[in-house]
């Protein structure tokens, strides 16, 4: 019954990393707007990138979701039926280093576990999901310009160690723990504040190569995937909290079985994630998050429909 769900591990995903991370640029405001732009959106959200005096950063991300329903093709909400109860834990440890003033090195190392229970039949499986890697290139810094944003780009990688749906085990069939497909991204960042504000835009791109499904024998490879992410925050406490909030929209392209496009298999989603960052230290940064992709009404096709919240801490050294 749930071999056949398509499963999108957005969480352990390299571009979402790319998409929802929060900073400023502060370069018309006063220095006390740009300390507190730079210092702390910059981590507000997922991996981020690293402060501009730092010389690498380090960090650890834990994190659970609950998986609630599923959206069909029709733009309808299932929820699951009752006595069926889903879950989704992961741990991603992460590490950022400078490689030149304008180019950064990243990559993560995502660990999941899935929970399943159907009545009092329950099954937990998990293992790596697929490790990823990043160089960001800030092609217009922050504060380099008074009045304009900033711009980077940003090429991503992942490797297919992660487990797909096909290469679990029965009963419940849990344990898929990412694509299990080699991927590369291409992003874009720009962004700007105006203190207490900032705000944030990201939009990337990715492909995926085929792979064989040691069940069928065919040749799959995933759709194009693009996604688009807009955040927003606030000062709360003068260099040392800020509240944002990020909205998400992904479209993936259909699915191909040997060369051919398999109708319906496009998908959509939108997601809600809203973030508390505490700055309690020079070195040290507590990040906690929630996100939502089940309300309102209409937010997805063909993709699950989940609620969870992160808790990182993030180490940077200058």
């Known amino acids: 019954m749930k071999k056949i769900r398509r499963n999108n591990f957005r969480t352990s995903g390299w571009a979402s990393a790319s998409l929802v991370l929060l900073a400023s640029l502060a370069a018309s405001a006063p220095q006390r707007g740009h300390a507190a732009a730079c210092c702390i959106s910059a981590t507000s959200f997922g991996v981020g990138r690293l402060l501009i005096w730092e ?72 293992g790596f999901g697929d490790i990823g890697a990043a160089v960001r290139f800030e092609l217009l810094s922050i504060g380099a310009f008074r009045g304009f944003p900033s711009f980077a780009v940003t ?52 492909g995926f190569l085929s792979f064989r499904r040691p069940d069928t024998g065919q040749s799959e490879e995933y759709g194009p995937l693009a996604r688009v992410g807009l955040s927003t925050g606030r000062e709360i406490v003068p260099g040392k909290l800020v509240a944002a909030l990020a909205v998400l929209g992904e479209w993936e392209g259909r ?41 309102p009404d209409g937010f997805g096709m063909n993709q699950d429909a989940r609620i969870g919240f992160t808790l990182g801490g993030r180490y940077g050294h200058f």
């Not at 741990?91 to 399943?116: F, G, Y």
């Not at 989603?269 to 990040?287: E, I, K, M, N, Q």
Request: hydrophobic share 40%; glycine share 12%.
């Open 55 to 126: 010389d690498f950063a380090g960090g650890l991300q834990l994190g659970h979701a609950r998986t609630v329903g599923q959206w069909r093709p029709n733009d309808s909400l299932h929820w699951n039926p009752d006595g069926y109860s889903e879950g989704i834990t992961q741990m991603q440890p992460w590490a950022i280093v400078r490689l030149h003033q304008r180019v950064q090195l990243q990559a993560w190392v995502p660990i999941l576990i899935n929970d399943r229970w159907q009545g009092s039949v329950h099954q937990v499986a998990g």
């Open 155 to 206: 090429l991503g990688g992942i490797a297919p160690t992660g487990r797909r749906v096909e290469q679990t085990s029965p009963p419940l069939f849990a344990g898929t723990t990412g694509r299990g497909s080699w991927g590369g991204s291409l992003a874009i960042e720009s962004e700007y504040a105006f203190f207490p504000w900032f705000v944030r835009l990201d939009a990337s791109v990715s």
């Open 255 to 295: 699915v191909s079985v040997n060369g051919a496009t398999v109708p319906g298999s496009d998908s959509y989603l939108y997601s809600l994630a809203g973030s508390l960052s505490w700055r309690f230290d020079p070195h040290w940064t507590l990040v906690g998050t929630v996100a939502n992709s089940v309300w």
